[in-house]
């Protein structure tokens, strides 16, 4: 049997998360881990239609794409274009999503931007727009799901709901040249965390995962699309950058398997907690 082939068989009625940014590769890596642990996922990126579907798989994708097309085939997976910056567009997704899919139980805030440079070559359009991706894309989609989630069920009180943001470890160690960057996603965790003391009256978990380097298109543009995962595992004392102990760059499936863990079971007296997952690079 292959991967695809895989896909646990569930009731229609079993539950849904969201996952924002879904079309990436951080998020094409959530979405068919998700698929795979028998959720139904309701997908929200910027690109209308299938963003997927054009995709030719690589060594790295092609397990994940034939989950997804079994997924969307099978009628476990919805994609809607909605950009998580507009509250309107928000709130209508996660209504269409009420009203045509399995109950929410979890949310991934895997949306995310990445703008790179000094604090003195940072203009206030690139610092609005990674403040409104990162952090207000967070407090939308976040707030909008909690709506829905309470509307659905007032209280679980055995905590099965859970609210993921996937942040990063540089909102918990200054970086040289993402200062940009590094306070969106700051912003992400504090407001995740703090959400969970709201949140906790209803029985619906919040925690971060905050990953270091990791493999993904947005990481590969910054690099100018030349592989440097040298240079970051060995550091770089110029900036004040630690190397990555464990001598690797990670791969979006080191962090689905931490959200898989936090949506799920094992995890259901966790919230308010932020998970570091790079290596042992912030050394915090």
Known sequence: MTPSDALPARAPDFETVVVTGAAGGMGTALVADLLTRGYAVAALDLPEGNPWQELAPTEQTAEALAVIGRGAATGRLSYRGCSVTDGAEVARALDEIAASMPPLVGLVNAAGTLETGTVLETDEAQWQRVMAVNATGVFLVSRETLRVMVAQCDHDPANRRSLVTISSNSSVVPRAHMAAYAASKAAATHFTTSLGLESARYGVRANVVAPGTTMTAMVMGMWGGEDRSAHMVAGDPGVFKTGIPLGRVGRPRDVSGVVGFLLG???????????????????H
């Open 265 to 283: 079971e094992s995890s259901r007296h966790m919230t308010m907690q932020v998970l570091t997952v790079d290596g042992g690079a912030a050394q």
